[in-house]
């Protein structure tokens, strides 16, 4: 838990002093509805894969819970040799909101919930 707050501690301050330019490589990057969007990716281990990967697909997905908080588009990966190694790419409009997400009892119960090893999580967040 702690690595995790670290973890979204330096990429907060990373975005706050982040280099001159940066907000312009994003407006390169617009979605449908003419938002600016930064790119995500987020990786984890898992406990049970199938269990991950289940609570992402149909009705109730996290895709609500992601796209009521910033997020647009969502992406799941697995790797192909380490099946309790998963990820997110994520097209985020709002990173204030998408992190505050994140950091909120609600993200955390729902990582928790679909057996996410918080203390492997790893947030990579775009740069040009």
Avoid: C
């Avoid at 898992?46 to 992406?75: T, Y």
């Avoid at 204030?96 to 790893?122: C, H, N, P, R, Y």
Wanted: no cysteine.
């Amino acid at each position: 838990m702690k690595s995790f707050r670290y973890l979204l501690a330096v990429t907060i301050t990373g975005l706050a002093f982040s280099q001159p330019g940066f907000g312009q490589h994003h407006d390169e990057h617009e979605g449908m509805q003419g938002m600016s969007m930064v790119h995500v990716t987020i990786t984890h281990e898992v406990e049970d894969p199938e269990h991950w990967l289940a609570a992402w697909r149909g009705e109730d997905s996290r895709h609500e819970l992601f796209e009521d908080n910033g997020a647009m588009h969502v992406h799941t990966l697995q790797s192909a040799d380490n099946p309790n190694l998963t990820g997110l790419v994520v097209a985020v409009a709002d990173m204030d909101k998408f992190m505050a997400m994140l950091e909120s009892e609600e993200g955390q119960a729902a990582a928790i919930a679909d057996g996410v090893k918080l203390d492997t999580m790893v947030l990579l967040v775009e740069t040009k």
